[in-house]
C-alpha cells in the first residue's frame, strides 16, 4: 500500500512539472520587426541657434513607429554625433514613451548637444541624427537610415561645478522665507568647502540653504558645530544672533564647522551711491560701468540680475569713477585686489561685497 502511495505522488509531481512547462512553453514570444525612421526634418536642414531663443522649439523631429510581434509600449530615444561618428559617443536629444512618435526640440538642447560633440559657438559643423527604440531597456532596434543637419551653435553652458549656499532667517534680509532675495555666502575661491558673508544681521536667528524655495539640504548650527539636514533629517537649531550689528560669518561644509564674529569695522565704513561693473567682458567695455543694485537691508550688498557677459575681464567700481574699485583673478568668486577679473562668454547673476571686496558671479542664468 506505501508503495502505491509512492506512485501516485511521483505521478502528481510529474504531472504538475509538464503542466508548469507547458504554460512557460505557452508564454508569447516577443519578435522585433521594423525599425523606426526619422521622416522629418529633411536631411541638409540648416539651424543657426539664437541664445536670446534658448527656451523656444527649434527642431520638431518625428519618426515611423518601430513594429514588434506583439502590442507593446515602446521607448524612443533620438540620438545626435557629429558627421561620420560611429554613434558610441552620441548625446541624447530626447527620449518619449508609450510609443509617441515625435519631439520638439529646444534651442538650448541642440546647442548643448552641438557643444558637447566638439562644435565650436558661431561655427557651422555637420551633425548626424538617427533614432532607435527599445521595450523595456530590450529588443533594441536602431535606424538603418539617418539624417545629416548642419548646426551653428552659441556659447554653451560654463563648467561651474559649484554649491552655492543662502542665508535664511529673521536675523537677515529675506526673513524666514526661502526664496525672496536671499543673501548669497560668499565662497573661498582657494576651497570650495569654505563660505563666508561679512555684513549686517538683525538680532535673532539664521540657516543656510543650498536651494533657494527648498528648506533641503540645509545647514544650522550649535556652539560652532554645523548641524546637516537632508529629506529626511530632522530641522537643525538656528544660529543665534544676540544683537543688530555687523558680522562675519564663517562656514566650513567639509569640516562642518562654522564662527560668527562681531565686524566692528562695518559699522563705520564708506558707503557708496554706486556700485558697477565695467570692463571688455560688459557691453559698455572700459568706457561706462553698468550699475548694481544696492540691498535695502545692507548698504555695503549689491546685486545684478541676468546680465550677459563676453570673454574678457572686468571689475567693480564705485561711483563711475576710479578713485574705489575692486577686482580678482580668479572666476566666479574671490576679491580683494584690483587685478582684472576673468569672465566666460555666459549669463551671469552677480553679487558683491563692497565690504571686503568678496564678489559671486552664477554663470548659466
Known amino acids: 500500500m506505501k508503495n502505491i502511495y509512492k506512485i501516485l505522488i511521483a505521478f502528481i509531481g510529474v ?3 509538464s503542466c508548469n512547462a507547458d504554460a512557460v512553453d505557452e508564454r508569447p514570444i516577443l519578435n522585433v520587426g521594423t525599425a523606426p525612421e526619422i521622416t522629418a526634418p529633411a536631411t541638409g536642414q540648416n539651424y543657426v541657434l539664437d541664445v536670446e531663443k534658448a527656451t523656444e522649439v527649434v527642431a520638431k523631429f518625428t519618426w515611423s513607429a518601430a513594429t514588434y510581434s506583439t502590442p507593446v509600449a515602446v521607448k524612443y530615444t533620438l540620438l545626435i554625433d557629429k558627421k561620420g ?10 527620449t518619449t514613451v508609450n510609443g509617441i512618435t515625435e519631439v520638439s526640440v529646444l534651442t538650448k538642447e541642440l546647442n548643448q548637444a552641438a557643444i558637447d560633440l566638439g562644435g565650436e559657438p558661431e561655427v557651422a559643423a555637420m551633425y548626424d541624427v538617427k533614432i532607435t527604440s527599445n521595450v523595456s531597456g530590450s529588443f533594441a532596434q536602431v535606424s538603418k537610415g539617418l539624417i545629416t543637419i548642419n548646426v551653428t551653435p552659441y556659447t554653451g553652458k560654463v563648467p561651474y561645478d559649484f554649491a552655492d549656499w543662502y542665508l535664511v532667517g529673521d536675523a537677515t534680509a529675506s526673513g524666514w522665507d526661502n526664496n525672496k532675495g536671499n543673501q548669497i555666502l560668499f565662497r573661498n575661491p582657494k576651497n570650495a568647502n569654505e563660505y563666508s558673508f561679512t555684513g549686517f544681521f538683525k538680532a535673532g536667528s539664521f540657516k543656510t540653504i543650498k536651494d533657494l524655495g527648498s528648506w533641503t539640504p540645509m545647514y544650522g548650527g550649535n556652539a560652532g558645530t554645523l548641524i546637516y539636514r537632508g529629506a529626511s533629517d530632522p530641522d537643525p537649531a538656528a544660529i543665534p544672533v544676540p544683537s543688530d550689528g555687523y558680522y562675519k560669518f564663517k562656514m ?4 562642518l564647522t562654522y564662527t560668527l564674529e562681531a565686524y566692528a569695522a562695518g559699522a563705520t565704513a564708506p558707503t557708496y551711491d554706486k556700485v558697477g561693473i565695467i570692463g571688455d567682458a560688459t557691453s559698455k567695455g572700459w568706457d561706462a560701468s553698468t550699475p548694481m543694485v544696492k540691498s535695502t537691508f545692507n548698504a555695503h550688498i549689491w546685486t545684478l540680475g541676468v546680465t550677459s557677459l563676453k570673454d574678457g575681464g572686468m571689475k567693480f567700481r564705485a561711483n563711475d569713477a576710479w578713485d574705489v574699485s ?4 580668479t572666476p566666479f568668486s574671490g576679491g580683494g585686489n584690483g587685478e582684472n577679473i576673468p569672465v566666460a562668454k555666459s549669463k551671469y547673476v552677480i553679487y558683491f ?3 571686503d571686496g568678496s564678489y559671486m558671479m552664477i554663470p548659466n542664468q
Open 353 to 355: 561685497n563692497d565690504l
Open 252 to 255: 566650513d561644509i567639509q569640516k
Open 15 to 17: 504531472l504538475a512539472v
Open 85 to 94: 561618428g560611429d554613434f558610441t559617443a552620441a548625446k541624447t536629444l530626447q
Open 326 to 329: 575692486w577686482g580678482g583673478t
